[in-house]
């Protein structure tokens, strides 16, 4: 019994390594071009071939400043409304929204000085008539030799004061907005100018002040060009310049990109932002772009710097990060955590940190991810 376990320990042995051996014959057969993990950050392909890659660049490439903004009238083309006569309102014709046209009746007022403008006015149409007969009555004697010519200096004094008075009343008629020829306490007040009217702060049956309306009562914008007024940060501002081009992104149009300059840059900053206004002007024929719109606009400094580029496809997001996987030595590959800039002008993704020129990157993280989690889910 003693000669018969050493005899049976090698048989164990003997059936171990072929068991072995023909798990490893059938390994080949089995290998596919799915990585396969070997910690949480590396990876190992049998066929890396089958992964293109592509080299990180070093181009010199403008500085690029990203900033939030909103999309607003252009001041230049901004009227406020007011009412130089106070009332009440009777009529309401137009409202927030409502795109008008210049000498359009904006809303109708039942104005007690308007009515009274009109009164003056009228009273003094009437002494006007009066001194004019008197003065060619006066005429008329002195021509005759029936009176001295200081009667009739006097006459055209009293004519040319009335006259005075009745083109001071006939002005402030037409200043409140009335008609002297249509005498009536109904003040029509117009639009000024063509445009879209963005700001409203009255309603029907509303009392209105006499040269003290605050706020006014519309607001109307020519919307034919707009503003994009973004706050940019005072760590950006070096590379911001008056003339620099910029891309503006609104959400409410994701696949447009437009394009603008600089047109102001503030030179004040707002002490709780620590930011500084930089406006930008946009057409807006169609009148697509609403004051109050979201946007992001994107600045390109003139000056050039090296900046690390990569294939935009070799950028990875994943929880709220970005990855690349990078060739190592023989068919391993890892994957790195980096900070991903702006796209450069030819379509590349700038890279501020995780790489460096010259690494190997697989240009399709998004395929290599998905072999990866196929081949987790197959073990």
Known sequence: MKNKTPIMTVAVLLGMLCALSA???EAPAAASKAPVTLDPDVFTADHPELFKTAKAELRPLPTQVTANGTVSP?????????????GRVVDLKAKLGDAVQKGQTLLVISSPDLAGAFADYEKDKADEALAHKALDRTQMLFDRGAIAAKDLEVAQDAEDKARVDLDTADHRVRILGGDPAKPSPLLELKAPVSGTIVEQNVAGAEGIKSLDNTPNLFTIANLSEVWVVCDVFENDLGEVHLGDSAEIRLNAFSDRVLKGRVADISRVLDPNTRSAKVRIVLGNADGSLRPG?????TFRSRKLTDRIVVPATAI???????????KEAGNTFRKIAVVADGLSPDGLQEIREGVKAGDELVTNALEFSTEVAEKRAGE
Do not use: E
């Open 23 to 25: 798990c490893s014959r």
């Open 74 to 86: 252009d001041v230049n083309r901004t009227i406020h409304v007011t009412s130089l006569g106070g």
């Open 293 to 297: 719109m979201f946007a992001a606009a």
């Open 316 to 326: 990875m997001r994943l929880h709220d990060k970005d990855w690349v996987f990078r």
